[in-house]
């Protein structure tokens, strides 16, 4: 089963979210369904970029390292480079 590293976008509060799932639709739903005290806030949330990876640890670890950036420089960076969100509208 594939895990998902992925960013949801909010335009009512221009804030981008970043987790992992191994259900990206899901999940998707969940948040906006108002699930997570920061998500919460944000709805509608759109799916703007998501990575694959094998396991749930590389996804993991993925997510840290975007995280750890504490950049929406790098993020709009990894967005505009592509993470097929399209395939999932």
Do not use: C
């Amino acid at each position: 089963m594939p895990w998902f590293v992925y960013i949801i976008y909010s335009p009512s509060i221009d804030k981008y979210y970043v987790g992992h799932t191994d259900n990206l639709d899901w999940r998707l739903e969940r948040h906006n369904a108002g699930w997570g005290k920061f998500t919460k806030r944000g709805i509608p949330w759109k799916l703007v970029y998501f990575e694959e990876f094998e396991t749930k640890s590389e996804a993991i670890k993925r997510e840290n390292q975007i995280k750890r950036k504490k950049s929406r420089k790098y993020i709009e960076k990894l967005i505009h480079a592509g993470g097929r969100p399209d395939s999932q509208n």
